[in-house]
């Protein structure tokens, strides 16, 4: 089955414990990207990657890392997590980037609490 | 900061009715719009996607496009109570050759359909 998978789907942590939320898709797309949704401002982009090794800050970076090592995975950190990290976080590919089709595929969702 | 703008809601209409959402956008640069639906606690899922001005028909969904106006809108004809959910406007923008390529999603308007 053509999926996104994240994990953990919850984690409740505390603040400046390092923590991996871990993405992988098995469909064998370019792009993916990292979101995080709070009530009233809808989805924000964090991180987003065009291809293996290249990534680029999405509109709140602040306070996240991803890397892109293979094609299929897209983890996020957080080195040093804090209380406004607070939030539900998707992952999402699709299949190519720069094109004007770029139907985004979610994943399940990570509701994160920092306490 | 582009922006992404969508009638707050929320926004009831009865069975059988015409659902309008609107959204706008900041950005004159942004060259694709999709509309996702996204049921409570799960994840966002593609509706329509249109790239020209115009209208652009995919069963009882319309979505509509004007580029000078900076608006997309989404029409859904004979609304049923399984359309209750959160509808979220996206914008892609682009530059080939380059890696930028994000997407700004709307805040999301709650259209409930009542019975």
């Known amino acids: 089955e053509a999926q996104v998978t994240q994990n953990p789907r919850y984690l409740i942590t505390v603040t400046g414990k390092k923590l991996t939320v871990t993405c992988s898709q098995n469909?064998?797309?370019?792009?993916m990207s990292w979101y995080r949704q709070d009530p009233g401002l809808g989805l924000r982009q964090i991180y987003y990657?065009?291809?293996?090794?290249?990534?680029d800050k999405g509109d709140v970076p602040e306070g996240y890392k991803v890397s892109r090592k293979e094609k299929r995975n897209f983890p996020l950190i957080l080195e040093s997590p804090s209380p406004n990290q607070t939030s539900l976080y998707f992952c999402?590919?699709?299949?190519?980037?720069?094109?004007?089709?770029?139907?985004?595929?979610f994943g399940p969702g990570t509701r994160l609490t920092v306490l | 900061q582009k922006e992404v703008e969508q009638n707050s809601g929320p926004l009831s209409v009865p069975e059988g009715a015409i659902a309008s959402l609107n959204c706008t956008y900041s950005?004159?640069?942004?060259?694709?719009f999709f509309w996702y639906r996204q049921y409570s606690g799960k994840s966002p899922e593609l509706i329509m996607f249109?790239?020209?001005?115009g209208d652009k028909e995919d069963g009882r969904f319309t979505a509509q496009l004007n580029k000078a106006s900076q608006y997309v809108s989404l029409l859904i004809r004979d609304s049923q109570p399984s359309d209750s959910a959160t509808y979220l406007c996206?914008?892609?923008?682009?530059?080939?050759?380059?890696?930028?390529?994000?997407?700004?999603f709307g805040p999301g308007t709650s259209l409930s359909v009542i019975p």
């Open positions: 469909m064998n797309h370019e792009y």
């Open positions: 990657s065009m291809n293996v090794e290249v990534t």
């Open positions: 249109i790239y020209s001005n």
């Open positions: 950005d004159r640069g942004s060259q694709s």
């Open positions: 999402a590919s699709s299949l190519m980037a720069g094109v004007r089709y770029n139907e985004q595929f």
């Open positions: 996206a914008v892609n923008m682009y530059y080939r050759g380059t890696s930028y390529d994000k997407v700004i």
